[in-house]
């Protein structure tokens, strides 16, 4: 089956510890991205991927960090983080067919509190 | 920069009555446009895309076309069920080498039997 994983679903840390969400994809896709969900705000990206080794930042990239060492993986790093990291995050991933970011398949979501 | 606008929510409707949200868009050129859904307590999942202009795209009852004149692509459905309750939001990505992707901030359906 085609999917996005994402692990952990839920989790409660508390401010300044390390932390790693990862996520993967079974669907050879070059692209994928790292979004949160804030209320009201509705989802704005952190990072993105084109392919192995390439990365960008989306809109709100300050205190992430994420690594592309393998196509089917895509790991967001909190350094240090902080209660303003509180929010829904989500993974996706696309092709890239023709040259552009086709429908985008995502994850089912980890709720992340950092007290 | 780009900008997707949606109307506010949320949006309360009975049963079998007809929906429209609307979506415009701020950008230069033509780019795609999508509609994904979000159930609770899922991802977003696509629900339909057109990426030229006068494209309708459609699926599940939904149809939304491209209309670069007044840059918007509003989403309708002519009768709403119970189980169409969710998040919605309208998007745009680009052709080409550039791969950002930019979303409205979603809007919320309930439908009531």
């Known amino acids: 089956e085609a999917q996005v994983t994402q692990n952990p679903r839920y989790l409660i840390t508390v401010t300044g510890k390390k932390l790693t969400v990862t996520c993967s994809q079974n669907m050879n896709h070059e692209y994928m991205s790292w979004y949160r969900q804030d209320p009201g705000l509705g989802l704005r990206q952190i990072y993105y991927s084109m392919n192995v080794e390439v990365t960008d930042k989306g809109d709100v990239p300050e205190g992430y960090k994420v690594s592309r060492k393998e196509k089917r993986n895509f790991p967001l790093i909190l350094e240090s983080p902080s209660p303003n990291q509180t929010s829904l995050y989500f993974c996706?991933?696309?092709?890239?067919?023709?040259?552009?970011?086709?429908?985008?398949?995502f994850g089912p979501g980890t709720r992340l509190t950092v007290l | 920069g780009d900008s997707v606008t949606q109307m506010e929510g949320p949006v309360t409707l009975s049963e079998e009555a007809f929906l429209t949200i609307n979506c415009t868009y701020t950008a230069t050129g033509y780019p795609s446009l999508f509609w994904y859904v979000q159930y609770p307590g899922e991802g977003l999942q696509l629900l339909l895309k057109a990426t030229k202009a006068d494209d309708k795209g459609s699926n599940k009852g939904f149809e939304a076309t491209y209309r670069k004149e007044t840059t918007s692509f509003h989403l309708e459905k002519g009768s709403v069920q119970v189980s169409d309750s969710a998040v919605y939001f309208c998007?745009?990505?680009?052709?080409?080498?550039?791969?950002?992707?930019?979303f409205g901030t979603g809007t919320k359906l309930q439908v009531i039997p």
């Open positions: 996706a991933s696309a092709g890239l067919g023709g040259g552009y970011t086709d429908t985008q398949y």
């Open positions: 998007a745009l990505s680009w052709p080409g080498g550039y791969q950002k992707v930019t």
